[in-house]
T-cell receptor, first 113, second 113 residues
Framework: AQSVTQPDIHITVSEGASLELRCNYSYGATPYLFWYVQSPGQGLQLLLKYFSGDTLVQGIKGFEAEFKRSQSSFNLRKPSVHWSDAAEYFCAVGGSSNYKLTFGKGTLLTVNP | ETGVTQTPRHLVMGMTNKKSLKCEQHLGHNAMYWYKQSAKKPLELMFVYNFKEQTENNSVPSRFSPECPNSSHLFLHLHTLQPEDSALYLC????????????FGQGTRLTVV
């Protein structure tokens, strides 16, 4: 069965600081990996995705993520956080053997001024 | 604006009421989904429609009844709900059921009283 673990329920960073949100997945075949962001009261917006190829993927709003097969991880990073990045972030996995997306429980990001 | 529109944005209903949630996508996609997002739980896939045919029902209680009259519209009919059904209901669409890249609407916040 596929699963996603986001170990950090809540992270607080200062504006301008770097950010890394962790995501570990379990999937029996080649995974397709996604990061979504959800602002309060809103739906989910796709930040970036990994299907194949270069393991470092760039997304919108200055985010990037690195796929590490050996660690079953797909961590999200941003070098300098802005106050508008405060939101909840969801990692998800799907793929060629099971097209359903499985989501993690999310990480809530708070940005201090 | 993601191309997926949900109405209403907020809904309060009694346990004996009947109401419907509406989702419309303007992306030319052929697959549509209903997800349930409850506090402190991962997003739960409820239903999948591909080319108007239901391809997945994730053991959802019969008090939730989906309808997909065409590839652009998806409804979720609600009747005799329970307070634990209060949640954010998210609609999503993708190119087809094999495409794991989903685009989400802003959701309907449902409160059952």
């Amino acid at each position: 069965a596929q699963s996603v673990t986001q170990p950090d329920i809540h992270i607080t960073v200062s504006e301008g600081a770097s950010l890394e949100l962790r995501c570990n997945y379990s999937y029996g075949a080649t995974p397709y990996l996604f990061w979504y962001v959800q602002s309060p009261g809103q739906g989910l917006q796709l930040l970036l995705k990994y299907f194949s190829g270069d393991t470092l993927v760039q997304g919108i709003k200055g985010f990037e993520a690195e796929f590490k097969r050996s660690q079953s991880s797909f961590n999200l990073r941003k070098p300098s956080v802005h106050w508008s990045d405060a939101a909840e972030y969801f990692c998800a996995v799907g793929g060629s053997s099971n097209y359903k997306l499985t989501f993690g429980k999310g990480t809530l990001l708070t940005v201090n001024p | 604006e993601t191309g997926v529109t949900q109405t209403p944005r907020h809904l309060v209903m009694g346990m004996t009421n009947k109401k419907s949630l509406k989702c419309e996508q303007h992306l030319g996609h052929n697959a549509m989904y209903w997800y349930k997002q409850s506090a402190k739980k991962p997003l739960e896939l409820m239903f999948v429609y591909n080319f108007k045919e239901q391809t997945e029902n994730n053991s959802v209680p019969s008090r939730f009844s989906p309808e997909c009259p065409n590839s652009s519209h998806l409804f979720l009919h609600l009747h005799t709900l329970q307070p634990e059904d209060s949640a954010l209901y998210l609609c999503a669409s993708s190119q087809d059921w094999r495409s794991t890249e989903a685009f989400f609407g802003q959701g309907t916040r449902l409160t059952v009283v």
